[in-house]
């Protein structure tokens, strides 16, 4: 299942994304001493004594908001209330409690959910000033004392947040189980097509976008092979996405992406693809997974002797940036060609874990390198020593060369295109990493 979520929450310029950018180790989050930078949910995984959890910086004040300070903790709380786990509030010792700190309070105190209070900018080395133990009016127990620039007290607090997430926060499925995560727009379908997998309404499917909230998992086992498929909310424009329980199942769908094998990008054949399509298909890229688009709805479509022939090389336009990706045309509705899907599915996910041993690897490098000389600049060419393997999902590729400026983008997609003609690796994507390394340490 989800790894379990732990929300930081506060009103504007408490020191939210600098204690997010400290308790994830990186500079994932914008920090800035002006309310409202944060305007997206930045979220990361986080690990703590053995506890792994998906740690969330929400946003202060959003453009579009009327009263900006006091409607928008309202919905930052709510966002905390209704999805996470857990609930860091982050509120500053230099300013002490303020109003907005008691609105806040007051309202996750309703969830019932555990709340962690952190009282941020307490710089001082020793026992906290007295200033300190005005938090205690909030009602939320013991606050702790954190520097989010230093990092003092951020092991006492994630001791606290360990306190409360489950016991069992993660659910591993066996090894030979296929992930596949059912992503895309709102209303294309996505629902529909894991019913129709099912054979009955596993999850609930309505005209309405925007029906599925949470991802959820569906088991299926069959002569197939043993898959899990999960149905996430649809994915929208993030200027459209106004709604802070609809912004965390967006949050929740890239979730599910992040821990998937395959993404099936689902499509609607009767709008064709959209902008918001090469976004979505472009996170899964980005994340290296194996891809399938599906284009749902092709039984409203109407035929003549070259529509999916047609149909299928405007895609291969769109979907340029991904030229690996197979496309299946399918119809929740009718059934058509959706059992199509798991021939896909097993085929992608064993060509993202494919594995090439070394020296047959360098057997192809040897040949390209033959066919087609490195390029050369002002005298020098570039040396291609070797190239091994370092990992699958996706397949990724070390290559040691003399100067990695030399070796240019053009000649590193030939090397590409010589390792997948060669392997048949039609439908994974591939990463391709240049190391230099010195002439001397060469044998």
């Not at 230093?150 to 016991?167: A, Q, S, W």
């Not at 909230?213 to 996430?232: L, M, P, Q, S």
Request: hydrophobic share 35%; charged share 30%; net charge negative.
């Amino acid at each position: 299942m989800a790894l379990p979520i732990v929300a930081v929450v506060g009103r504007p310029n408490v020191g939210k994304s600098t204690l997010f950018n400290k308790l994830i180790g990186q500079r994932l989050s914008i920090v800035e001493d002006t309310p409202g930078v944060t305007r997206d949910r930045i979220y990361s995984k986080c690990e703590w004594l053995g506890h792994e959890f998906m740690l969330v910086d929400t946003g202060g004040i959003e453009p579009d908001s009327d009263d900006i300070i006091l409607s928008q903790m309202r919905r930052q709380a709510e966002l905390a209330i209704t999805r996470a786990d857990v609930t860091i509030l982050v509120t500053d010792l230099r300013t002490g409690v303020t109003a907005n700190d008691y609105e806040v309070a007051s309202m996750l105190q309703k969830s019932g959910k555990p709340i962690v209070l952190c009282v941020n900018k307490c710089d001082s080395v020793g026992e906290p000033p007295m200033e300190f133990y005005e938090f205690y009016n909030l009602g939320l127990g013991d606050p702790i004392a954190v520097s989010s620039v230093h990092g003092h007290g951020t092991g006492d607090l994630l001791d606290e947040v360990i306190k409360y997430l489950p016991e069992n926060d993660t659910e591993e499925y066996d090894d030979d189980v296929i992930k596949v995560a059912v992503i895309g727009k709102p209303n294309v379908g996505k629902s529909s097509i894991i019913n129709r997998i099912c054979g009955e309404e596993r999850v609930i499917v309505s005209d309405i976008a925007g029906t599925t909230r949470d991802a959820t998992d569906t088991e299926i086992e069959n002569e197939n092979g043993k898959f899990v498929f999960i149905d996430t909310a649809g994915i929208r424009r993030k200027s459209k996405v106004l709604d802070s329980v609809e912004k965390y199942s967006v949050l929740r769908s890239y979730m599910a992406v992040d821990r998937a094998d395959v993404a099936v990008i689902v499509i609607d054949a009767t709008e064709g693809f959209t902008e918001q399509d090469s976004k979505v298909a472009g996170y899964a890229h980005e994340k290296g997974k194996a891809c399938i688009v599906a284009v749902n709805k092709w039984d409203a479509i109407e035929k003549e002797t070259n529509t999916m022939d047609e149909y299928r090389k405007k895609l291969q336009d769109d979907f340029s940036f991904m030229s690996y990706v197979p496309f299946v045309f399918i119809s929740a509705k009718t059934g058509l060609r959706v059992e199509k899907l798991f021939d896909f599915i097993k085929y992608v996910a064993e060509q993202n874990a494919v594995r090439i041993p070394t020296g047959r690897l360098n057997d192809v490098l040897a040949y390209a390198t033959a066919r087609v000389q490195p390029p050369s600049d002002k005298g020098r060419r570039l040396k291609i020593y070797y190239m091994t393997q370092a990992s699958t999902k996706p397949p990724t590729f070390i290559a040691f060369v003399n100067r990695a400026d030399l070796f240019h983008f053009s000649y590193q997609r030939y090397i590409e295109n010589q390792i997948r003609e060669t392997f048949s690796l039609d439908a994974t994507p591939i990463r391709l990493k240049v190391r230099e390394r010195d002439t001397k340490d060469v044998k």
